[in-house]
T-cell receptor, first 111, second 115 residues
Framework: KQEVTQIPAALSVPEGENLVLNCSFTDSAIYNLQWFRQDPGKGLTSLLLIQSSQREQTSGRLNASLDKSSGRSTLYIAASQPGDSATYLCAVRGSQGNLIFGKGTKLSVKP | NAGVMQNPRHLVRRRGQEARLRCSPMKGHSHVYWYRQLPEEGLKFMVYLQKENIIDESGMPKERFSAEFPKEGPSILRIQQVVRGDSAAYFC?????????????FGQGTRLTVV
């Protein structure tokens, strides 16, 4: 049974700092991995999708890496801004087709 | 191209009533997934549907919960005889296919409160 773990559960940083969010999964037989952002009381916004054959994806100040063999992914956020404050969720898609989520990392960027 | 549309956004039901949550996938998407999110917890998979078929319902409670995705119209998640423990945010996602290199897109959710 696939399990997804995100560390840390919460993170508070001053504005401008670079930061890394971690995601690990127990079953390396995945099709892809997706990072989402969730604002309080809102839905999920897709940030980055990494296919199982890829090592990383970049979008603006965000960079996500994937090491499938070790069951790990990282989300790197450069030059963090208060507007980046949100909960970041990692999810993997396996052979069964549905996404399995971690519990998220709650990020707070202080001005 | 509108995103995944869920309605209602907020739903209040008394214990014992029925709740119906609707999800219209993105245009061209034939795969729908339902998730439940309890306060301070992650998203838990409930059910995965394709048009007129249930592909995986391993996350659905055995009683009171059902889901459908008819040939025409939105996907419906139905909760009968609601209890306080059903209070949660229910999210729907859609994708163009169920495997491989497909990205899932989520709706804004329906927040169910059982009083």
């Amino acid at each position: 049974k696939q399990e997804v773990t995100q560390i840390p559960a919460a993170l508070s940083v001053p504005e401008g700092e670079n930061l890394v969010l971690n995601c690990s999964f127990t079953d390396s037989a995945i099709y892809n991995l997706q990072w989402f952002r969730q604002d309080p009381g809102k839905g999920l916004t897709s940030l980055l999708l990494i296919q199982s054959s890829q090592r990383e994806q970049t979008s603006g100040r965000l960079n996500a890496s994937l090491d499938k063999s070790s069951g790990r992914s990282t989300l790197y956020i450069a030059a963090s801004q208060p507007g980046d404050s949100a909960t970041y969720l990692c999810a993997v898609r396996g052979s069964q087709g549905n996404l399995i989520f971690g519990k998220g990392t709650k990020l707070s960027v202080k001005p | 191209n509108a995103g995944v549309m869920q309605n209602p956004r907020h739903l209040v039901r008394r214990r014992g009533q029925e709740a119906r949550l609707r999800c219209s996938p993105m245009k061209g998407h034939s795969h729908v997934y339902w998730y439940r999110q309890l306060p301070e917890e992650g998203l838990k998979f409930m059910v995965y549907l394709q048009k007129e078929n249930i592909i995986d319902e391993s996350g659905m409670p055995k009683e009171r919960f059902s889901a459908e995705f008819p040939k025409e119209g939105p996907s419906i998640l139905r909760i009968q005889q609601v209890v306080r423990g059903d209070s949660a945010a229910y999210f729907c996602a859609s994708s163009p296919s169920g495997q491989g290199a497909t990205e899932a897109f989520f709706g804004q959710g329906t927040r169910l409160t059982v009083v």
